[in-house]
């Protein structure tokens, strides 16, 4: 008999026990439903896009520093594109060695967003990585259109193929 007591008792702890809703719930979702409202658009979001060779364009993905480095061919254009405007940003380039790149680089402003070129004059060499950097000009944070503080971003890429070796010095010339 104990046993029969036993298996009901833990049939009954089972079952899912219907919820009735209550007026505290009824508020909670009124809250966050008018909290959602009040949001307003989203804050800016990016896009960079390298040229391909044959003159197309193709992304590269935004991904952290940890997650790996995104393999992408040589180049020598970066565009980077934001959904907003910004105020207080620059954006550099990166070597391996967290040397800034020299590019020739130029922005249009719009209400629709910032278009961003870095033009290097050279292409970025062959199993090199680099890191992309977006910033504060002045001060502690960038702001976008609305007015929102946005967080610095870094962009890490590498470029495909075999890393080249650097030419003998003189001095291994002359052994």
């Known amino acids: 008999m104990s046993f029969a007591v036993c ?23 009124a809250a966050e439903t008018d909290a959602g409202a009040e949001a307003g658009p989203s804050p ?31 180049t020598s254009t970066l565009k980077l594109r934001s959904t907003l405007a910004l105020r207080n940003y620059r954006i550099r380039l990166f070597d391996e060695a967290e040397r800034a790149m020299v590019s020739d680089d130029s ?4 209400p629709n967003g910032l278009l961003y070129r870095l033009s290097l004059p050279m292409p970025l060499k062959t199993g090199h990585k680099y890191t992309l950097v977006i910033d504060a000009q002045t001060g502690t ?14 962009i890490p890429f590498q470029v495909a193929g075999e890393k080249e070796k650097p030419p003998p010095s003189k001095k291994q010339r002359r052994r």
């Open 7 to 29: 298996a009901v008792a833990l049939v009954v702890a089972g079952c899912p026990k219907p919820s009735a809703p209550t007026d505290d719930a009824g508020i909670a979702a």
């Open 44 to 74: 800016a979001s990016f896009t960079l896009q390298y040229a391909l060779p044959d003159a197309g364009l193709e992304a590269i993905p935004l991904v952290g520093e940890e997650e790996g480095r995104p393999l992408i061919a040589p």
């Open 107 to 110: 922005a249009e402003e719009s």
């Open 141 to 154: 944070s960038i702001t976008d259109s609305q007015g929102r503080e946005l967080p610095d971003m870094r």
